[in-house]
């Protein structure tokens, strides 16, 4: 694999519309009129159609008199062999012009699947390694296929970043990463927030924290991506329990949607640490969330790294825990990752188990062996110590480092 550097001059890269607020589900007549949109694919995670978390953008749709259907053929962690067979097929057979993605990461990941094949005869995992090499603002040899995002969970950011997360035939997760995947609208609205299951509801903001606090802290950040990552612990820190604890109050709803909005933009300009390096494995071996796995990584990674991002890891705790904002030679990275470990216990992520426990209880046989710990660390992780990361980090470091979150290090254990 080659070395990957730092670039010295990174781009500022904002692409697309967002549209922010309450309500804000109401401009999609316009924005269709806007592009002469008059045919769309619907692209609609299961659940939340299932759940009529879906209805009122029908609703729109509907009155909008735009001809429409509904792809929501979408697994948890979306197949390529759904997307092209079905999704894709749908698209092209009703000669759509654009998707409405309407979902978590799966909907949204999905539609960037149909959108990157576009009109090419290509399949996903052939366009993969071709968008791998090229510049992400280059031209794409072939017309995709334009889409809105509407997330209804708050922690992927996808829908204002350039990349997607989907499943192989091997069961293998790509990621392809372009410009061309970048959805041209989104929309966030928090009442598409407000009636997510607790857990769910956790998870999803967590991602967002947890992509916010590896975007300010890594190398690749720029000023524009620290503004978006701490405005983003602003807004998420602060009302993530109380979200999580009633995800219909409207305040702290509003607060979680734009705050993974702003630290969707922070991770589109920045890149990625060690948390995000060692997950997917994590996630297709023993069914823990995308959310889950960052969230219980996450006072690891301060403490692992916390000495050489010092002065920020400081900025982030006042952003958190702006009622206990301490002075810079006050500050105490200890302290910091017992309050990251008191968060997951207050979230019940993972109903407070260890990764072997919470594995076996969702019944994988064997639960996680400190072997696992290395495999999945050698499956995602090995050679990747990548320049962007805030501390220099070896496969044996990380290995050591997901045993010790194993084991329950970082789990908080209430007084007796
Ligand atoms: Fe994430």
């Given amino acids: 694999m080659a070395k990957r550097v730092l670039e010295k001059y990174r781009p500022i890269n904002v692409k697309g519309y967002v549209y922010v ?71 092209r057979e009703m000669k759509a012009d654009a998707m409405i993605a309407v979902g978590g990461g799966s909907a949204m990941d999905s539609a960037k699947g149909i959108a990157m094949i576009g009109e090419s005869d290509k399949t996903i995992d052939q366009i993969e390694p071709i968008l791998f090499n090229m510049a992400s603002n280059a031209p794409c040899p072939w017309k995709t296929y334009p ?42 609205d928090p009442d598409l927030l407000a009636t997510l299951p607790a857990h769910v509801a956790a998870a999803t903001a967590m991602d967002a924290l947890v992509q916010a606090i590896e975007s300010y802290v890594c190398r690749a950040a720029t000023e524009f991506s620290e503004m978006c990552a701490l ?9 993530i329990v109380r979200y999580v604890r009633n995800p219909a109050e409207e305040d702290a709803a509003d607060a979680i949607c734009r705050g993974a909005m702003f630290a969707g933009f922070s991770w589109n300009c920045a890149s990625i640490a060690q948390i995000h390096a060692s997950n997917h494995p994590i996630t297709e071996l023993l069914h823990i969330s995308h959310g889950d796995a960052c969230a219980i990584l996450l006072p690891w990674f301060v403490e692992w790294n916390g000495e050489n991002k010092k002065e920020k ?46 594995a076996k209880s969702r019944g994988i046989e064997g639960g996680c062996p400190d072997e696992l710990c290395d495999r999945i660390i050698d499956m995602q992780f090995a050679g990747r110590d990548l320049p962007s990361y805030p ?10 480092a997901l045993r010790d979150v194993n084991h329950g290090k970082y789990i908080y254990k209430p007084a007796e």
């Fill in 21 to 91: 607020g309450k309500g804000s589900i109401s401009m999609i007549p316009k924005i269709c009129k806007d592009e002469g949109w008059e045919r769309v694919l619907l692209v609609i995670d299961p659940g939340v159609l299932k759940a009529g978390g879906a209805d009122g953008i029908i609703k729109i749709v509907e009155s909008a008199g735009l001809a429409y259907q509904i792809y929501s053929e979408i697994k948890p962690n979306p197949l390529q062999s759904d997307i092209e067979k079905i999704g894709l097929k749908m698209y």
């Fill in 147 to 188: 889409m809105i995002c509407i997330p209804t969970t708050c922690g992927t950011g996808s829908e204002v970043i350039r990349n997607a997360v989907i499943t192989d035939a091997k069961g293998h997760k790509m990621v392809p990463k372009h410009d061309c995947i970048l959805p041209q609208y989104a929309i966030e």
């Fill in 231 to 239: 405005r983003a612990v602003e807004l998420i820190g602060p009302n």
């Fill in 313 to 358: 890891f400081w900025k982030v705790f006042n952003a958190m825990w702006p009622t206990e904002m301490v002075a810079y030679k006050d500050f105490d990275l200890d302290i910091m990752v017992k309050k990251l470990m008191k968060l997951n216990y207050d979230l019940n992520i993972m109903n407070n188990m260890t990764m072997d426990e919470y």
């Fill in 391 to 400: 501390r220099k980090t070896s496969d044996d470091e990380m290995k050591k």
